[in-house]
């Protein structure tokens, strides 16, 4: 659940109505199929993608490897990052400069977390995914969609130029790269009987949670796009692509409480994010490279590889 989800699903919305919901739904399945076969690497073999990769390839492919991890980890995390100083922003009037600059304390925060153990890490992550959910559906109370309409949004149609454009920017944004390195690293944090019933029950158990989740990272997204959809489609205005600009219509439209909770729902799912992306970047590192130097400078190092980007840009 980040920020990248949002522009895409608010620019799908505005410009189509409920027509891509189906895209965002063939979206989640691709997801669920990835991030399970993932999570069998990690139950079965005990490895990381990763490690799994440093194991089967020559050192000059793994080198390139671990860079084009790296980049696509940083993309992800600017979006996130970015997403988080304009909810910042759009809450409180700080400068988008001092929002990122304030994103370098999510390093503290997860170093507070990982010593508290990775059960404590899930519960905060979930925590905010949650408030995002919360928020989305009392602005779905506040917009009233159409149920019918909503429905017909989940029969396939031919998508061409624009919609075509954003239908791949809703499956880039649903099928996160870095998050199949990191779920075949965070499945090997369980308690896993290695016999050959233990390891089966592993895969059932986590086939059933990885399903929960990402259903539930389906109904956010979704109302997000239904938000848009009936906010704006509806309205007239079908050029809505930008976070401050959909927070700003909807002030119009509906008052102060829902873009309130726009932005408080656009900063948890940015908290939320980054951390998953500072730990995939840990994950790619250690794996790819097999460099053993202390967890909070590793962090560190990391998160400001993303930082700097956003920093910058």
Same mark, same amino acid.
């Given at each position: 659940?980040?920020?990248?989800?949002?522009?895409?699903?608010?620019?799908?919305?505005?410009?189509?109505? *409920?027509?891509?919901?189906? #895209?965002?739904?063939?979206?989640?399945?691709?997801?669920?199929?990835?991030?399970?076969?993932?999570?069998?690497?990690?139950?079965?073999? $005990?490895?990381?993608?990763?490690?799994?990769?440093?194991?089967? *390839?020559?050192?000059?492919?793994?080198?390139?490897? *671990?860079?084009?991890?790296?980049?696509?980890?940083?993309?992800?995390?600017?979006?996130?990052?970015?997403?988080?100083?304009?909810?910042?922003?759009?809450?409180?009037?700080?400068?988008?400069?001092?929002?990122?600059?304030?994103? !370098?304390?999510?390093?503290?925060?997860?170093?507070?977390?990982?010593?508290?153990?990775?059960?404590?890490? %899930?519960?905060?992550?979930?925590?905010?995914?949650?408030?995002?959910?919360?928020?989305?559906?009392? %602005?779905?109370?506040?917009?009233?969609?159409?149920?019918?309409?909503?429905?017909? $949004?989940?029969?396939?149609?031919?998508?061409?130029?624009?919609?075509?454009?954003?239908?791949?920017?809703?499956?880039?944004?649903?099928?996160?790269?870095?998050?199949?390195?990191?779920?075949?690293?965070?499945?090997?944090?369980?308690? !896993?009987?290695?016999?050959?019933?233990?390891?089966?029950?592993?895969?059932?158990?986590?086939?059933?949670?990885?399903?929960?989740?990402?259903?539930?990272?389906?109904? #956010?997204?979704?109302?997000?796009?239904?938000?848009?959809?009936?906010?704006?489609?509806?309205?007239?205005?079908?050029? #809505?692509? %930008?976070?401050?600009?959909?927070?700003?219509?909807?002030?119009?439209?509906?008052?102060?409480?829902?873009?309130?909770?726009?932005?408080?729902?656009?900063?948890?799912?940015?908290?939320?994010?980054?951390?998953?992306?500072?730990?995939?970047?840990?994950?790619?590192?250690?794996?790819?490279?097999?460099?053993?130097?202390?967890?909070?400078?590793?962090?560190?190092?990391?998160?400001?590889?993303?930082?700097?980007?956003?920093?910058?840009?």
């Amino acid at each position: 659940m980040d920020p990248g989800n949002w522009a895409t699903d608010i620019a799908g919305g505005s410009q189509f109505g *409920y027509q891509l919901i189906w #895209v965002l739904l063939m979206s989640n399945l691709i997801a669920l199929l990835l991030q399970s076969l993932s999570a069998r690497l990690g139950i079965v073999q $005990g490895l990381d993608l990763a490690q799994a990769s440093r194991k089967a *390839y020559p050192r000059y492919v793994n080198y390139p490897l *671990y860079l084009l991890a790296q980049i696509a980890i940083i993309a992800c995390d600017l979006a996130e990052i970015i997403g988080m100083a304009i909810g910042l922003n759009l809450l409180f009037g700080l400068p988008l400069i001092w929002g990122i600059s304030v994103t !370098i304390l999510d390093t503290f925060l997860l170093l507070f977390l990982m010593n508290k153990g990775m059960r404590m890490m %899930e519960v905060f992550i979930v925590s905010m995914v949650f408030i995002v959910g919360i928020s989305f559906l009392v %602005e779905m109370f506040i917009v009233e969609p159409q149920l019918g309409e909503v429905l017909s $949004g989940f029969e396939p149609s031919v998508l061409s130029g624009n919609a075509l454009y954003i239908a791949i920017g809703i499956i880039g944004a649903t099928v996160m790269p870095h998050n199949l390195y990191l779920h075949s690293s965070l499945v090997q944090t369980r308690k !896993i009987d290695r016999s050959l019933k233990g390891i089966k029950d592993a895969l059932k158990y986590n086939l059933i949670d990885t399903s929960i989740a990402l259903n539930l990272a389906f109904f #956010v997204n979704a109302a997000i796009l239904v938000l848009a959809a009936t906010a704006f489609y509806k309205n007239g205005l079908f050029e #809505v692509a %930008e976070i401050q600009g959909a927070y700003k219509l909807l002030e119009g439209i509906f008052g102060s409480l829902a873009p309130t909770l726009f932005a408080i729902a656009l900063i948890a799912s940015g908290q939320s994010s980054t951390i998953t992306g500072t730990l995939a970047g840990q994950i790619v590192m250690e794996g790819h490279l097999n460099l053993r130097i202390q967890p909070w400078l590793r962090r560190l190092i990391t998160r400001m590889l993303a930082i700097t980007p956003a920093f910058f840009t």
